[in-house]
Structures are given as structure tokens and as C-alpha cells.
């Protein structure tokens, strides 16, 4: 588990994923942004419900997106 205060390195993801004009990930119920992957950092921002994403990477475990902001967001609560 990444530590609070320790720097964490995204897993990339594959360039490319989806085509251009396609509409990406959606945040399928509202949802807290938060510094790193995992409750434990502070929170960044709320996002709304239906928000589309750009994902920038993931964390080892594969439970949470990095997304352009440089925030992060539960996987479970991402569809797409």
C-alpha cells in the first residue's frame, strides 16, 4: 500500500487506448478525488457524476486511475 507522503509512480497506460473523439471513462456516481491512491490522502475535489475522464495511469493494484489532473479516483467508481 502506498504511504501518505511518499511519492507515488502511476502505472502508464497504453497510449492509444481509445480513438480520437471517443468519449472516455465515466464517473458513474459522484465521487472524491483525492492526492494519491487511496483514502488515506487528502481530498483533492468532488467529481460529478457522468464526468468524463482522461486516465493518465493506475496504481500497482489496479484499484485506482491517476487522471489528467494529477489526482486520483477509485477504479470501482469509473466505468468505461
Avoid: C, H, K, M
Amino acid at each position: 500500500l502506498p504511504i501518505p507522503g511518499q511519492p507515488v509512480l502511476p502505472t502508464p497506460l497504453p497510449p492509444g487506448s481509445l480513438p480520437p473523439g471517443t468519449a472516455g471513462p465515466t464517473v458513474i456516481r459522484e465521487a472524491n478525488s483525492r492526492s494519491g491512491p487511496g483514502t488515506a490522502y487528502p481530498l483533492v475535489s468532488a467529481v460529478p457524476a457522468g464526468t468524463v475522464l482522461f486516465l493518465t495511469g493506475r496504481s500497482a493494484d489496479g484499484a485506482w486511475y491517476q487522471i489528467s489532473s494529477g489526482a486520483w479516483i477509485a477504479a470501482g467508481l469509473v466505468a468505461g
